[in-house]
């Protein structure tokens, strides 16, 4: 009975950590670029009170043995990399990377990088997110400009009325051999670890990364439906290993008043 105390107690808390991902997923819904996550458990240590395949007294083996399980764990919160549905903005600075890639700006001086596409211009004509990181590589749309194009293939121009170019400049789109290794920072953000390895530069359109869609903006990967029923079977899965907390401490409560 003790046993199955923490056990129930050990799947409380991890449908607890499993509704907090599911409401991090939904609050998010309707933010530019972003990407669901997914909470991994595992079960934990069993007891093992007979071997599977363990001799019997007459020569017979036990055909299963009998292991209690002590509950279960979290092992990791993933990132899921799916493609997002894309939103029609008309916005030329809206852009949407079509399959794998980062865009790379410069947030305090360091290097992050991010799949929302919701770019704006400062005051000195850079293209910056909506928090002023400037993307990369860095490109100053010039004074006279009346349009700003880009094309599938990261080729980024600026021209004055007539439709004669002003400027133009590549631009580059970066992915990563695992992508759900990247640390999320925050502001639509990510930081690459040793897990996720090194950025891999390239034109979009090349070497498997994807192409750039001006005026669309790749929404939320976050399917409500989905995550509805699993906040519904994970309130169910509380609901019960409470019961199982319950229950426990009525027997408790019946083997102590086995003497009165």
């Known amino acids: 009975m003790i046993r199955g105390l923490w056990s129930a107690a050990s799947g409380m808390n991890s449908m607890q950590l499993n509704l907090d991902v599911i409401a991090n997923n939904l609050a998010n819904v309707n933010t530019v670029g972003f990407k669901r996550s997914r909470a991994d458990f595992e079960d934990l240590l069993y007891q093992t009170i007979r071997m599977p395949g363990t001799d019997n007294a007459d020569g017979t083996q036990v055909p299963t043995g009998m292991q209690i399980g002590m509950g279960s764990r979290p092992t990791a919160v993933q990132k899921i990399f799916t493609q997002g549905d894309y939103e029609n903005t008309g916005n030329e600075l809206d852009w949407a990377i ?69 400027a133009s400049v590549q631009l580059t789109i970066y ?25 891999i530069e390239g034109n979009p359109g090349t070497d498997n990364l994807g192409t750039i869609a001006q005026g669309f903006l790749e929404q939320s990967n976050v399917d409500v439906v989905k995550e509805m029923v699993s906040m519904i079977v994970t309130q169910r899965a509380y609901e019960l290993n409470s019961k199982t907390v319950q229950t426990a401490d009525e027997m408790l409560g019946i083997a102590n008043n086995l003497k009165r």
């Open 98 to 166: 079509e399959g794998r890639g980062f865009f790379k700006v410069i947030s305090n001086g360091e290097e992050l990088y991010t799949r929302a596409g919701a770019f704006k211009l400062d005051k000195d004509g850079f293209i910056v997110t909506s928090n002023g990181d400037r993307l990369q590589p860095e490109f100053a749309v010039p004074q006279g400009t009346q349009s700003i194009t880009i094309d599938s293939y990261g080729l980024l121009t600026a021209s004055d009325p007539s439709g004669n170019p002003l």
């Open 175 to 199: 992915d990563f051999p695992n992508p759900a290794g990247l640390f999320s920072v925050g502001r639509n953000l990510f930081r690459p670890t040793l897990a996720s390895g090194d950025p």
